[in-house]
């Protein structure tokens, strides 16, 4: 099983709100991921946690935080959103951390939308 | 550091004909190469890679590719496309000792005539 899943499918926020995305895996993978993808583009890499530690951190605004409170579980707590942060956020897992040769297995990512 | 380029932005191809999918990578060592498969607001899915051996892949849903390391190339066929083959195709390279991350192309548009 290859499954990685993501809660809440979309998501429709204001600027001055507080939302939390939601990653789960089972398959005992010990790196995570989040990406931002914007449409027709590329995702780009957010942050890495290796065993559930932060480990990148792509130079991420502050508003958006990521929590890894267990080694199947990734959070991402969303505050004070700008509407160009509108996007579909992916999240992802590989079996070994450190190692960008690993297989990234994503999510179907959560829509978002900052009115 | 490493890179690549999807040089077609858009490919249109009629149902039943063949697909190539062009993919040129640029990394000084031995590259790990993957296809990404997208369909609209979905998320990616794997759909072959490339670590080492044999330089054919074979992939899921019908798809192949080829390594060519003389060419930096590691190009996506498929015999006889299906509609249902209509989305975005990322190639993507990673290096294993680039701490995690994979570098994406900027991907490929593909739609199919019926």
């Known amino acids: 099983d290859t499954e990685v899943t993501q809660t809440p499918k979309h998501l429709v926020m204001g600027m001055t709100n507080k939302k939390s995305l939601k990653c789960e895996q089972h398959?005992?993978?010990?790196?995570m991921y989040w990406y931002k993808q914007k449409a027709k583009k590329p995702p780009e890499l957010m942050f890495v946690?290796?065993?559930?530690?932060?480990?990148i951190n792509e130079s991420v605004p502050s508003r958006f935080s990521p929590e890894c409170p267990n080694s199947s579980l990734l959070n991402l707590h969303l505050h004070a959103l700008q509407p160009e942060d509108s996007a579909l956020y992916l999240c992802?897992?590989?079996?070994?951390?450190?190692?960008?040769?690993?297989?990234?297995?994503f999510g179907p990512g959560t829509r978002l939308t900052v009115l | 550091a490493q890179s690549v380029t999807q040089p077609d932005i858009h490919i249109t191809v009629s149902e039943g004909a063949s697909l190539e999918l062009r993919c040129n990578y640029s990394?000084?060592?031995?590259?790990?190469l993957f296809w990404y498969v997208q369909s609209p607001g979905q998320g990616l899915q794997l759909l072959l890679k490339?670590?080492?051996?044999?330089?054919l892949v074979q992939g899921i849903k019908g798809f192949e590719a080829e390594f060519k390391r003389s060419q930096s190339s590691f190009n996506l066929r498929k015999p006889s496309v299906h509609w249902s083959d209509a989305a975005e195709y990322f190639c993507?390279?990673?290096?294993?000792?680039?701490?995690?991350?994979?570098?994406f192309g900027s991907g490929t548009r593909l739609s199919i005539r019926p």
């Open positions: 398959m005992g993978h010990r790196a």
């Open positions: 993507a390279v990673g290096a294993y000792s680039s701490a995690s991350k994979i570098i």
């Open positions: 992802a897992s590989s079996l070994l951390p450190g190692q960008g040769a690993d297989t990234q297995y």
């Open positions: 946690y290796s065993y559930e530690k932060l480990s």
């Open positions: 490339y670590f080492s051996g044999d330089t």
């Open positions: 990394y000084g060592a031995t590259p790990y």
